[in-house]
């Protein structure tokens, strides 16, 4: 099993920063990569970025490149999500996610073994 904590959440105005953090904990040596995803009230899962477990190789949603940058701590079992420039849009609830094997392609959810609770982002104009 895989636990997943995520933190850095919170309130920021539009063009500021925030950095988001996925803690890792249980059997970390089996997973293939970690993923962060977002849920605005009302809308659908979305895919922001993945990064894998054991490289540096990453992925990111098209509208999300140059403004979020994923990385990876693997000594201390954490992926984080820097973002800049934040907008209202940005606003949601943030997952992390990470995966045993890679099925499918890393910016669909249903790939993905183990969630994380959620912290929630909100950009104020």
């Known amino acids: 099993q895989v636990q997943l904590v995520e933190s850095g959440g919170g309130l920021v105005q539009a063009g500021g920063s925030l950095r988001l953090s996925c803690t890792v904990s249980g059997r970390t040596f089996s997973l293939y990569g970690v993923g962060w995803f977002r849920q605005a009230p009302g809308k659908e899962r979305e895919f922001v970025a993945a990064?894998?477990?054991?490289?540096?190789?990453?992925d990111y949603a098209d509208s999300m490149k140059g403004r979020f940058t994923i990385s990876r701590d693997n000594a201390k079992n954490t992926v984080y999500l820097q973002m800049n420039s934040l907008k209202p849009g940005d606003k949601a609830a943030y997952y992390c996610?990470?995966?045993?094997?890679?099925?499918?392609?890393?910016?669909?959810?249903?790939?993905?073994?183990?969630w994380g609770q959620g912290t929630q982002v909100t950009v104020s104009s």
């Open positions: 990064i894998m477990w054991n490289s540096d190789s990453t």
């Open positions: 996610a990470a995966q045993n094997v890679r099925t499918v392609t890393p910016d669909d959810w249903k790939g993905y073994d183990y």
